[in-house]
């Protein structure tokens, strides 16, 4: 009864903070990080150990999965090249200066030990760049960058950190063994992931029942990750490509009453894996500051401090270069062939979005336990430090660059909504034909004036035909994302009103 007491009350804290992040306008990854520092230092927090495969699945696969569906694979492939040089390059830039640094500073700590730590600390987190990103609009590009290197740089790091963890096991580390691994684990991922997508779709087509459906999807995204595990996979590339194939079935697969109570479920989701993250966490800290002789604190923050550094400096100097060089290529040559040239206030931008999260500190908090793993309570106090540090530091100042830059939407989205309304607009009067009946004319005027799908009039006849116009609308919008002419943020926007609208029709 005093665990569910306890469970009770930590989401009850948790939601004053988020509710307190939204009024003061910052990211609640932010507030969770100052709460869980704050249990750290409770002197009488419970102890609480999880086993590290479990908290890998339960953390990551969910919200791996979330982050996959809302990918766009258009704006990917448009962006490649800078999401690529920040999810290879500088994710192996930070995992090598982390590791070199922890071994300066701490010599007995094995090499193994030091990429696995640096592979902790290297991916960024989306989620709190976005709630950032969302209050103050930029150019559209920048934050298609940021949400792709966030998706795709904790599969390359994470790839890094189970080779580290598996030869810091074994007592051996052969680092010229990772390009081969990190090649075969992400090549059958890719693979894998794809198969069970489809066959996934295949299975669950006839399922009609939201409870049912959202409770095979949560079944089916861990069970991906076990079985990818199972057979020597990357389960991070699997399911991340495994989403991304799902987001593709699912619009016409998925009837709207399945859908909208799912994205509910999913939302909520995330946020309580974030909660729990930051609670493991802090009950973990203060484990360790009660194991750690008095004399040892200072030397442990010191190190955890030098990381944080080592974060925010390589992430800085990496796409600072990078777009240096872009910019000193294009104008040799006149220009990227249409690609849009980086300026420097959208590096900066770019740069100082660096901030870490639930990735982070479930990777530590995954590690096995001491003494088994060498220095696991440094590492777990080095990555807590880099999450809060560059949440505080980079999270609370990110909204206040951006308008020191000066960058400003450029409406790229909103443009692409309008394209796919009126394109469904003139796919719904195509439906409608010559048709003289009082239903026709009542919807021909409706949808050549725009395209307001919500049940507005009276005529309980029309309701039939209006299903059927939103069916033809929808198959309209899925071919307009196929052919790259919207992304899937405009996707997901305009068919959100078509799901209301066809909602609210089923219900009369």
């Not at 639930?358 to 106090?381: C, G, N, Q, S």
Request: hydrophobic content about 55%; aromatic content about 6%; overall charge neutral.
């Amino acid at each position: 009864m005093e665990t569910f007491e306890a469970i009770l009350l930590i989401l009850f804290a948790a939601l004053l903070l988020t509710a307190a992040a939204r009024r003061a306008g910052v990211p609640y990854p932010v507030m969770l990080a100052l709460g869980g520092a704050g249990l750290a230092l409770l002197p009488e927090a419970p102890s609480f150990t999880m086993d590290p495969h479990l908290i890998l699945a339960l953390f990551l696969a969910p919200v791996l999965l979330d982050a996959a569906y809302d990918t766009s694979l258009r704006d990917l492939r448009a962006n490649w090249v800078p999401v690529g040089s920040l999810v290879l390059v500088a994710v192996g830039l930070t995992v090598v200066a982390v590791a070199l640094v922890a071994k300066m500073l701490v010599p007995g700590m094995p090499l193994a030990a030091a990429v696995a730590l640096g592979a902790i600390v290297a991916p960024p987190d989306a989620a709190s760049a976005v709630v950032i990103l969302r209050q103050v609009r930029i150019p559209h590009r920048l934050r298609v960058i940021l949400e792709g290197e966030s998706l795709l740089n904790d599969a390359s790091a994470l790839l890094v950190y189970n080779i580290a963890v598996g030869a810091a096991m074994a007592g051996t580390f052969a680092p010229a063994s990772i390009g081969p691994a990190f090649a075969l684990g992400v090549i059958g991922s890719v693979v894998c992931g794809w198969v069970l997508a489809e066959a996934y779709s295949l299975v669950t087509r006839s399922v009609t029942d939201p409870p049912t459906s959202i409770i095979l999807q949560f079944l089916g995204t861990f069970g991906i990750w076990i079985l990818a595990e199972r057979l020597g996979l990357s389960a991070i590339v699997t399911v991340v490509t495994y989403g991304i194939t799902i987001a593709r079935r699912a619009p016409i697969q998925t009837p709207a009453r399945m859908r909208l109570p799912s994205y509910a479920v999913w939302e909520t989701v995330v946020l309580l894996l974030n909660v729990f993250a930051f609670v493991l966490i802090g009950l973990q800290l203060r484990q360790i500051m009660d194991r750690l002789p008095e004399g040892e604190i200072g030397g442990y923050l010191l190190v955890a401090g030098a990381v944080l550094l080592t974060v925010i400096v390589v992430r800085i100097a990496w796409v600072l270069s990078y777009d240096a060089l872009v910019r000193w290529r294009a104008a040799g040559r006149g220009g990227l062939n249409g690609r849009t040239v980086p300026t420097f206030g959208g590096g900066l931008i770019v740069s100082w979005s660096g901030m870490r999260g639930i990735v982070t500190l479930a990777a530590a908090i995954a590690l096995p336990e001491a003494p088994d793993f060498p220095y696991r309570d440094l590492i777990v106090l080095c990555a807590f430090v880099t999450v809060l540090g560059t949440l505080v530091i980079q999270g609370l100042t990110l909204q206040r660059l951006i308008r020191r830059v000066g960058a400003v939407d450029d409406g790229a989205i909103e443009r692409e909504i309008s394209l796919a309304r009126d394109r469904l607009a003139r796919a719904a009067l195509a439906a409608l034909g010559d048709g003289t009946s009082p239903d026709v004319e009542f919807l021909r005027r409706k949808y050549t004036s725009s395209l307001e799908t919500e049940p507005d009039d009276p005529l309980a006849q029309t309701e039939a035909l209006r299903l059927e116009l939103i069916r033809i609308q929808r198959a309209m919008l899925v071919r307009l994302r196929s052919a790259g002419e919207i992304g899937d943020e405009a996707f997901h926007a305009v068919e959100e009103r078509l799901d209301w609208a066809e909602m609210s029709l089923a219900q009369r």
